[in-house]
């Protein structure tokens, strides 16, 4: 069993959430057994997660990626789009299965077959949806890893599929 060890402080990726910050590990004692917890909030979503630390490996989650995964990521959204011609649903579940793993460049992957430049047809609103979760998680990584506001990091990984 792999303990994973953060400290307060630290950013951090849970897969189905993006990206955290650990704001305290406390202990607390649920049915009489004393737990040790990582407190981990997401302001985005203003949502407190409590993870055990040690189903922390097994729940998926991770260290911000290193600057080299998030440059693969961004060199994965200047490829061409893969676009596979099966049923919607079942690529939506892929889509949202990429989105959780928490993988950036699953999630850069998602992002870049799902854009659309201005001379493209529209998207449905659940490519639409999925489109902005993807691009949200990825910003939020990207944000985090290189010490700059979301906002910034959006408008980084949308010129960089405008350019593509």
């Not at 910034?152 to 593509?164: F, K």
Request: charged share 25%; hydrophobic share 40%; glycine share 4%.
């Amino acid at each position: 069993m792999t303990v994973v060890s953060f400290a307060q402080g630290d950013y951090v990726v849970y897969p189905t959430h993006g990206v955290g910050q650990v704001v305290a590990i406390e202990t607390q004692e649920i049915g009489g057994m004393k737990l040790q917890l990582f407190v981990i909030t997401f302001d985005r979503d203003r949502m407190t997660l409590r993870v055990p630390v040690t189903k922390a490996h097994k729940s998926g989650l991770r260290k911000l990626s290193p600057c080299s995964v998030m440059e693969t990521a961004l060199t994965t959204l200047k490829g061409r789009a893969k676009v596979k011609r099966t049923m919607w649903s079942r690529r939506a579940q892929e889509y949202e299965a990429k989105i959780n793993s928490g993988d950036p460049v699953s999630i850069a992957e998602v992002v870049r077959d799902l854009h659309r430049n201005a001379n493209q047809p529209d998207q449905s609103y659940s490519e639409r949806q999925i489109y902005e979760a993807a691009l949200e998680r990825l910003a939020s990584e990207l944000a985090a890893v290189e010490r700059i506001d979301t906002t910034a990091a959006t408008a980084r990984l949308e010129s960089l599929l405008e350019a593509a």
